[in-house]
T-cell receptor
Framework: DTEVTQTPKHLVMGMTNKKSLKCEQH?????MYWYKQKAKKPPELMFV???????INESVPSRFSPECPNSSLLNLHLHALQPEDSALYLC????????????FGPGTRLTVL | QKEVEQNSGPLSVPEGAIASLNCTYS??????FFWYRQYSGKSPELIMF????GDKEDGRFTAQLNKASQYVSLLIRDSQPSDSATYLC???????????????FGPGTRLSVLP
């Protein structure tokens, strides 16, 4: 059983919809991450939340908006997505600091029609 | 340019053999290195991490790091069909100013262990 949970498991949305992906970790970690993974490609880092600060990969479009209500929750708000945004969205968490492994949740499979 | 490279495979080995997976990275400032296994349709799961030059063993797995050559490898002994998966090398390239991590993943090597 993973200690990083993500909801929903699957999401289908239209390009005009607004939806949110949710991630919760039960590991006492203080850093959380969102990744995007396309088929047969490696995960790509989108956002990092650590020490109550958010770091953003500058290549991520503004239609993706992260929110961190507390240290164990990380949401990803989606608005006006494009079909090319269809992918597996992975959440991960780690202890703070450079030498700590990240633990991944099961992912949300997103399809944008 | 900061990159992590792996042979995409597929790498096919017979059951019981040693599988050798390789990864090179371009940023000499990289400090920590991780191997993840990912089954099709699932999320990555951590196998091993290594920070210091040399070998690190954990059961059937051995990670090897050579920072001078910017090379990290994973050996899987006594390979089993259940080891068939994509193996991702992750390099923590930069310590962000908020002490988060900047993992960059290699493209992954697909391993197939034949019964």
């Amino acid at each position: 059983d993973t200690e990083v949970t993500q909801t929903p498991k699957h999401l289908v949305m239209g390009m005009t919809n607004k939806k949110s992906l949710k991630c919760e970790q039960h590991m006492g970690h203080r850093a959380m991450y969102w990744y995007k993974q396309k088929a047969k490609k490696p995960p790509e880092l989108m956002f990092v939340y650590s020490y109550e600060k958010l770091s953003i990969n500058e290549s991520v479009p503004s239609r993706f908006s992260p929110e961190c209500p507390n240290s164990s929750l990380l949401n990803l708000h989606l608005h006006a997505l494009q079909p090319e945004d269809s992918a597996l969205y992975l959440c991960a968490s780690s202890q703070e600091g450079p030498d700590n492994e990240q633990f991944f949740g099961p992912g949300t499979r997103l399809t944008v029609l | 340019q900061k990159e992590v490279e792996q042979n995409s495979g597929p790498l096919s080995v017979p059951e019981g053999a040693i599988a050798s997976l390789n990864c090179t990275y371009s940023d000499r400032g990289s400090q920590s290195f991780f191997w993840y296994r990912q089954y099709s349709g699932k999320s990555p799961e951590l196998i091993m991490f290594i920070y210091s030059n040399g070998d690190k063993e954990d059961g059937r797995f051995t990670a090897q790091l050579n920072k001078a050559s910017q090379y990290v490898s994973l050996l899987i002994r006594d390979s089993q069909p259940s080891d068939s998966a994509t193996y991702l090398c992750a390099v923590n390239l930069v310590v962000l100013d908020n002490y988060g991590q900047n993992f960059v993943f290699g493209p992954g090597t697909r391993l197939s262990v034949l019964p």
